[in-house]
């Protein structure tokens, strides 16, 4: 693997969270930055990636990572912030717009983590969106929600979203192993 490759962590908070664990586990191979802003929800990530472009350098490999606050029903009106239909299209427009911008970068799918309450169904649903567009477009995912279904209520940082060090830490590890692959 050639070393000073550039990479872009693209997601909500909890991408943040795992971010400086990702950089110490790529030092000396990669530089690693993302937004200072969460990235929320996908469109979200959509939008703001014509003003967050500006602040790296071009990426080699991009790891993307949002769903939750499209699950989220924060009006209380009955349905997810993100319509299935909508999500959908967020995620192959940013595919679209990834390769427009960084022509050369490889592009990485993260399905979203489970939260510390048992029902899945909906993140089930929403990451099999992401697994439909990543095969269209051939886009490997890194599934991070295998790798945490079993394990969020271990690495709950307590507020039943984030993660703790260790858990930070573990998706980490996995983050920067999905990433060397393609270095």
Same mark, same amino acid.
């Given at each position: ?69 499209? !699950? ?25 717009? !990834? ?83 393609? !270095?």
């Amino acid at each position: 693997m050639a070393a000073c490759k550039n990479i872009l962590l693209l997601g909500d908070s909890r991408r943040m969270g795992y971010e400086p664990f990702v950089r110490t586990a790529l030092e000396g191979k990669a530089h690693v930055y993302g937004p200072a802003e969460n990235g929320r929800w996908a469109g979200y990530t959509l939008n703001s990636l014509r003003f967050w472009t500006g602040d790296f350098p071009t990426p080699d490999v991009v790891h993307w990572n949002c769903g939750l606050w499209d !699950l989220g029903d924060d009006y209380g009106l009955g349905r997810p912030f993100s319509l299935p239909e909508e999500y959908e299209s967020a995620v192959e427009r940013t595919v679209l717009v !990834l390769r427009k911008l960084f022509p050369e970068a490889k592009i990485i799918f993260a399905t979203t983590m489970p939260t510390t309450n048992p029902d899945t169904e909906g993140i089930r649903a929403y990451n099999a969106i992401i697994c439909k567009v990543a095969e269209k477009y051939g886009i490997p995912v890194d599934d991070l929600f295998a790798t945490m279904h079993d394990k969020m209520v271990t690495y709950d940082r307590g507020d039943h979203l984030h993660l703790n060090d260790e858990g930070n830490t573990l998706v980490a590890a996995q983050v920067a192993a999905a990433i060397e692959k393609l !270095l």
